[in-house]
């Protein structure tokens, strides 16, 4: 029998388990993400880990680095590098508010989570300030 299309078990969803514990969430951007087809794949199959990625700046766009999405199994040829650099899809003003904000110092860039939404993957980021050992 198919799943129906409201069923919690056909979602796959990657947190960020440090990211709330060692950060102040700001401000949240949902982003899309462009991936190869096989990255596709080992994200809808719970293969991914985002706990050290961050995000930057660069020439105007928005890169997700450091992110772990593991070799697809029947990739062959076709798979992708594990920790390559993903590029992260906003609106351009959107992307401006990060580069200023992350330009005056004192904040990250933070993946908190990836999900499925329809059919599309999409990562919800956060502009977060670091928290001290006392907080």
Known sequence: MAAKPNDPKRFTEVRNSKALRDYFV???FEAGIALK??????VRAGR???NDAFGRVE????????AHIELYDFGNRYNHDARRTRKLLLHKHQIRKIAQ???AGGRAL??????FKDALLKVEVALCTGKKLFD
Do not use: C, F
């Not at 087809?37 to 080992?42: A, D, F, I, Q, R």
């Open 59 to 66: 020439k105007g766009e928005l890169w997700l680095v450091n």
């Open 110 to 115: 933070v993946p908190l989570r990836m999900y």
């Open 101 to 103: 904000a992350l330009e």
């Open 48 to 50: 991914a880990q985002i």
């Open 37 to 42: 087809g096989t990255e596709v794949k080992s």
């Open 26 to 28: 700001d401000e949240r």
